[in-house]
């Protein structure tokens, strides 16, 4: 873990003590706005700052009375699992008015407040930048009119993006998105057809859509011709369902609108299939949120508050974006601008600026090492789809380097992998067995795509064996999928996504079952080897009290003061807790002997459940986001194959043997990296099966501060938070809900 240095500032020096924060939703309501809420109360109070809720957005700022109220911890207890906004959204035309911002402002200054938190879309940013803007002289209204006083001479802005439809530049992902999609591919897992352009785009991708249609990207002319051959081409090979996703606002080049019943009737017209329309609407919006955005939201809301502290009366505002898996503070008006830019670009028919302002014939096989992870068939069946579109011919193997080693290989087409994506396991099967120590002879033209920890060891092995056998000579590259999330040189794996949300599902629902039983402790047992990212994510999306892991030894002192903090917990008016431990995280304080250890200390103030979730957290149906990562990193992955085949093929054959030729990609901070994974041996602990730097284990002290302990952490250049010293609570602290 990082220590300290001269650049970082310790985070205890950012004190919150006189300031005021307020939070409010705005616009259109996104699953995970309650999760930024709730981050930013307790982030806040954490800090030394009072908070306030602003209820119904901007139309409550400008109304002001209750709907303007102080929060306490407990105000925002039990709203990670809630959808919509609890707090209220409201359009406002009066805030447009400068008497409307002079009301407001009044509102505000009455409660010293001169820090705001606005999670909402561009239209609710840009309104609250011109509030900025404006500031000192409605101010300065105020003071001669005897109702504000100039030492609130700044107003300090700083903005979240909560929309579903993921449709703001420079931000990956905006709060609600993930959630959506999960709506959406359950909908469309049963039927097919949706809304909103990245939605309708990501979406045909997670479920294996035949044609999509987005306003972004208006199909060319005589493009009703090509989708109906298209679709009788795959009726002829004995495909039976056909997708079509029709997102709204969906023109063709001439700007005429494309609408689903308009395609209901041409497919009608000309082929006479059965069809049926679904407008998901508003089901896109409801429901509990998905892991990722309570995740996400979380880490946003404590970083806006982090920006309020550091922000000075000449900072600009700023939008807290997801870059890769980094967190940052981008200018806020320059990415506003930048989203209107891609509105104006479509209005003239500039389609590819548009897009562009949003973001030789070889033998090549596919199989899958490890364990099963949800993700696996999005991922096998997109690098066989983007291999045979390069004109490769494509062999899938059967269970791993055991069907390798066995000639369990068979070509396989682009309709073999229809209807993959939305499959969990592995169809391809898999076992964790190491490469054979010599070629399989049927593959010595042979190129592998990868995946799992197991398949790193194995690249490895093949790698050494290259000075032996000229078979292995050849590119191979290896994709990560597994639900630990141990892969080194990988922030993020294909599976753990799926896995948090069995995760999270799973402590909402254990959670609910409390809810009319007073005083109760839930233990939950993880998977993950000893690797603590199940334990320590989830934990964190479903508002654990604690969570034991591998990485960060714990002691029964840290046990003892842990019941200490729960049993103060059972004072307040949230009386039940939760409590997670990774399987591997300690030989002798198993799940049994934690179990009876809080039924023991907790006699007569709370009563102890377990439960080991095991190898559910496996299986299912992948999660949107683990169907759209293992589709895009494996396409690249294929792309970059083909690369490195055309870059060694002499001579009639290929020939492969330097280090960055055999490697793994994977997601570090911002970006999809190739890494040789020669190199990537100094950063693994392969005795644990895990890296020896762990991202992750930087939220970890979020989950403590979110569940009101007193812990400590600097805060380095990059705006990211890191674990300094103390993790045991101090016995005099409160505790507070999940």
């Known amino acids: 873990m990082a220590q300290p240095d001269s650049k970082k500032i310790f985070f205890e020096n950012l004190s919150g003590a006189g300031k005021a924060i307020a939070v409010l939703t705005s616009g259109g309501d996104a699953q995970g706005m309650n999760a930024a809420v709730r981050a930013v109360v307790r982030m806040g109070l954490y800090v030394g700052a009072k908070v306030y809720f602003i209820h119904e957005g901007y139309q409550g700022m400008v109304d002001g009375g209750d709907n303007i109220r102080e929060a306490t911890w407990e105000s925002v207890s039990s709203m990670l699992q809630v959808g919509g906004t609890v707090i209220g959204s409201a359009r406002c035309k009066e805030f447009r008015t400068h008497e409307g911002r002079l009301k407001a402002a009044h509102n505000l200054v009455q409660r010293g407040i001169t820090n705001l938190c606005v999670i909402g879309g561009d239209g609710s940013l840009t309104g609250a930048n011109l509030f900025r803007e404006e500031w000192s002289g409605l101010l300065t209204e105020l003071v001669e009119q005897g109702n504000a006083i100039q030492k609130y001479s700044a107003l300090h802005i700083v903005g979240m993006v909560g929309s579903i439809d993921n449709d703001f530049c420079g931000t990956d992902m905006t709060i609600g998105t993930d959630s959506a999609l999960h709506r959406i591919i359950e909908v469309v897992d049963a039927i097919m057809t949706t809304a909103q352009s990245y939605l309708a785009l990501v979406s045909a991708l997670a479920c294996g859509a035949d044609w999509v249609l987005i306003p972004e990207m208006p199909p060319e002319d005589g493009w009703e011709e090509k989708m109906c051959q298209k679709l009788s081409a795959t009726r002829s090979r004995g495909t039976r369902l056909n997708i079509i996703i029709v997102a709204e606002g969906a023109i063709d080049r001439h700007g005429k609108p494309i609408t689903s019943s308009f395609v209901k009737d041409l497919v009608v017209k000309c082929l006479g299939f059965d069809t049926r329309v679904t407008i998901l609407g508003h089901v896109q919006r409801g429901g509990t949120p998905s892991a990722f955005d309570r995740i996400l939201a ?19 505002a700023c939008v807290v974006s997801l870059c890769g898996n980094q967190s940052v503070r981008l200018p806020l008006m320059e990415c506003v601008q930048m989203t209107q830019e891609v509105q104006k670009a479509m209005d003239q028919k500039r389609f590819e600026e548009a ?67 939305g499959q969990g396991g592995s169809l391809l099967g898999t076992k964790s067995t190491s490469p054979p120590n010599q070629p399989a002879k049927p593959l010595a033209d042979t190129k592998a795509l990868g995946s799992a920890l197991q398949a790193f060891l194995s690249l490895l092995e093949l790698l050494t064996a290259r000075g032996k056998y000229d078979e292995f000579c050849v590119p191979m590259v290896m994709v990560p999928a597994t639900v630990s999330n141990n892969v080194p040189g990988s922030d993020l794996s294909i599976g753990a996504d799926t896995a948090l949300n069995a995760i999270t599902t799973t402590c909402d629902r ?14 939950i047992e993880t998977m993950g080897g000893y690797c603590g990212y199940l334990a320590s994510v989830g934990g964190l999306a479903a508002g654990a009290d604690a969570a034991y892991i591998f990485e960060e030894p714990f002691d029964i002192r840290d046990l003892q003061a842990n019941v200490e903090h729960l049993t103060e917990k059972m004072k307040t008016s949230i009386q039940r807790g939760l409590v997670l431990r990774n399987e591997n995280c300690n030989d002798n304080y ?13 006699r007569g103030v709370f009563d102890s459940r377990k439960n080991v979730l095991g190898h559910m957290q496996q299986g299912g149906a992948p999660s949107p ?31 492969a043997n ?5 490697c793994l990609l994977g997601m570090r901070r911002r970006a999809l990296v190739f890494q040789p994974v020669v190199q990537l041996k100094g950063e693994t602990d392969f005795v644990h099966r895990i890296p020896k730097e762990q991202w992750w284990l930087k939220l970890r002290p979020l989950m403590k501060i979110l569940a009101k302990y007193k812990t400590s952490y600097d805060v380095s250049d990059s705006g990211q938070l890191e674990h300094v010293v103390r993790n045991r609570p101090k016995e005099s602290d409160a505790s507070v809900a999940m």
């Open 510 to 523: 254990i959670k609910q079952s409390a809810s009319g039983t007073k005083r109760r402790v839930f233990i």
């Open 298 to 316: 979380s880490r946003m809301g404590v970083e806006a508050v982090l920006a309020l502290l550091e922000t000075t009366a000449n900072t600009p």
């Open 658 to 662: 330097t280090e960055d030729s055999c």
């Open 625 to 655: 986001f683990d169907r759209n990562f293992g589709t895009k990193i494996s396409a690249k992955a294929m792309q970059w194959i083909t690369k490195k085949l055309t870059e060694t093929f002499r001579q009639g054959r290929v020939f």
């Open 590 to 602: 198993t799940t049994d002997f934690i179990y009876q250890l809080y039924s023991e200390e907790g």
């Open 355 to 421: 897009v562009k302002l949003r973001g030789s014939n070889f033998n090549v096989a596919v199989l899958n090492v490890g364990a099963p992870a949800a993700g696996m068939n999005a991922a096998v069946r997109s690098a066989v789809r983007v291999g045979i579109s390069e004109g490769h011919k494509m062999f899938a193997v059967s269970d791993g380097f055991e069907g390798f080693y066995k000639g369990q290989i068979k070509e396989i087409k682009w309709a073999d992998v229809g209807g993959w994506t």
